[in-house]
Every structure is written in C-alpha cells, then in structure tokens.
C-alpha cells in the first residue's frame, strides 16, 4: 500500500460547461491557416488552446487518415515528433510543420532503429509489427503499423504460421496478444506517462466515485486494464462516453483527452484518472506545444520535418498496409 500522504490532492473534475470565446491568438491562428492553406492536426493530449482552433482533432489512426486526405498546401500538425513524421511520410511533396521540434516520445525514445535492425539479424523470419509511436527509421524495418485503435483488427490478419514480434510497447503488446489469441514476442517498452497509473490510485478515485466506470487505455499496466470497465483508444472513448448510462466517467489516460470529451459529450461529467502523486496526468512531451508555438510555426512555416527519400519510401509501405488493412 502507497504511504497515505502521497494521496494528498484533490481529484481533477470537469464537468458540463460551455467553452469560452476565442482569443484573439486563436483568431489569428484561424485566419493565418485560410491565408497559407493550411491545416492544423492536433493530438487528443494537445491543449485544450490548440484543440479549439484545429481541424481534426484526434489518435493517432484518425490523424493519419486526414494527412493521407488532406488537399492543403501545408500541415501543422501538433502533436509529438514521430506524428508530424508520420504526416510528411504519407505527404512528401507538402510542407508539415510542427511547432516544437523538441517535442518527442519515451515510448518512441525506448525502440531505437539500431537496435531493432539488430534484433531482426539475430532473429530472421519475424513478421514485425509496429505501433504507430516510433521513428520512421523503425517504421522503415517494419512489416506494418497499427494505431490503439486497429491494432486487433491488423493483427488478425497476419498469417497465422508467421512468428510476430510487436514494438515498441509492450503493454499494448500485451492486450492486443491477449484479446486476438496470438504469442507474439514484445519489445519491452512503455509510455512514461501510462505506467504512472496504478491500482492503488484507482482504487481510491473509484471510492470516491463507486458509480462512475473507468475507461483505460490500452497501453496502462495490466492490472490497471483489469480495473477497468473498458479498455480502448482515445477515439473509441467517445463512443464510450455517449454510450455508457454514467453522468460521470473515470478517464485514465493523458489528460488532454478530457478537453474533447467534454466537447462532444457536453452534458457528462469526467474525472481525470490520478497517479499516486498527482491529480492528473499530462504528457511532458505533448505540452511542449503551446498557442504561442503554433502561431509562430504557421508565421514562420518552421520547424519544418524533414526525411530522406530512401527513408521515407521505405517508412511509407507499412504505414500504406494498415491504412488499406484497416479498410477491411
């Protein structure tokens, strides 16, 4: 049991409420976006800020699918490094942008593309399986990507005699093997931010709200999965949430997905899922992007991303299996 001073806080709680006015950063972001044909794709774990004057709003599937659709001449996309990658992987010829190049990834950080080229070598005949937060470099020495949210369905689709090694988390790893019945080998990495989550956190914030379900994300802790009545993506927590009969929903994940829930279930209440030291839990890497960042890159048209073209074609063929296998 966690020492009880570390539960000293008070739950993070959003209820109903109308969002207010735009400012005039904002203003300005809407009309610079008319102005350079541009189109602005935030993460769900954006700020909230950066969320009202976006385009699409969404996981990571959905914000490929738009850059794959998109007809703008530009992308600024707000959302960490390997996103924006992902985004100029599927557009070479647009300019993408992205307000903080510092912006990265624990999760990507912990798969290396050195090291998984190694592992490959030492272990031939693997049907490797990328999660969609890694480098292009490790998307390049891919078999095909997936996304939380069509992770199952890509697996269930691989040959059954092939022998699956799944990167970089090894959490989602975990649920996906679980739910589809199929052994896969696990690269042993995690998303900082959702391993902070724990039992003992939960168990508290459930006692505090015993009526109130808790929806998960797959890449939390297996015993966090278990405490939960659902487990799914960002996206599939929308549906979730207009679904279930709760006034009040327990959401553990990064806490920026609050700010769409809100807005497209107005009329619930959502209680950010705590650790057990914080309220809440914020992406370190996701907050690097501010208002002010996102004016300034629009403006300036940089940082810009930019991969060779040998790099990118090769990232480019996993990346085009999951879209069309998620079409299926």
């Known amino acids: 049991m966690m020492p009880l001073e570390l539960y000293d806080y008070e739950p993070l709680v959003f209820g109903p409420g109308e969002s207010p006015p735009l400012t005039s950063i904002e203003e300005e ?10 189109v602005l794709l935030a993460h769900n774990y954006q700020i909230e800020s950066i969320q009202r004057v976006a385009d699409f709003v969404g996981d990571s599937l959905g914000l490929a699918y738009k850059a794959a659709e998109t007809d703008a001449d530009v992308i600024l996309f707000c959302g960490v490094h390997f996103m924006a990658e992902t985004a100029k992987i599927v557009n070479p010829e647009k300019t993408v942008i992205l307000p903080d190049m510092e912006a990265g990834c624990s999760l990507s950080d912990s798969c290396p593309a050195d090291k998984l080229a190694a592992y490959k070598a030492a272990n031939p005949g693997l049907y490797v399986v990328a999660y969609i937060n890694c480098s292009a470099a490790v ?4 078999d095909v990507i997936c996304t939380s949210g069509n992770a199952v369905q890509i697996v269930k689709q691989i040959p059954e005699e092939r022998e699956i090694l ?16 199929r052994p896969m080998q696990l690269w042993p990495g995690s998303c900082y931010v959702h391993v902070l989550f724990t039992v003992q956190s939960l168990e508290r914030i459930r006692g505090q709200y015993p009526q109130a379900p808790i929806v998960a994300h797959p890449e939390c802790i297996e015993m966090v999965r278990d405490m939960a009545d659902e487990v799914c993506s960002t996206e599939k927590m929308i549906g979730f949430a207009r679904e279930h009969p709760s006034d009040t ?8 997905m609050i700010h769409r829930l809100r807005r497209e279930v107005p009329e619930k209440t959502f209680i950010a899922g705590p650790t057990d030291t914080c309220a809440c839990n914020e992406c370190r890497f996701m907050k690097m992007n501010t ?6 890159a629009l403006k300036n048209l940089q940082p810009r991303i930019e991969l060779p073209e040998d790099l990118r074609s090769a990232a480019s063929k996993p990346i085009q299996r999951m879209l069309d296998w998620s079409r299926r």
């Open 29 to 38: 972001i809407i009309a610079l976006k008319r102005e350079k044909n541009a």
């Open 139 to 142: 998307k390049a020495l891919s």
């Open 249 to 256: 929903i327990i959401v553990v994940t990064e806490t920026g």
């Open 291 to 296: 208002i002010e960042k996102t004016l300034e």
């Open 166 to 181: 799944f990167v970089p988390d090894q959490n989602l790893g975990q649920w996906v093997s679980r739910i589809t019945g």
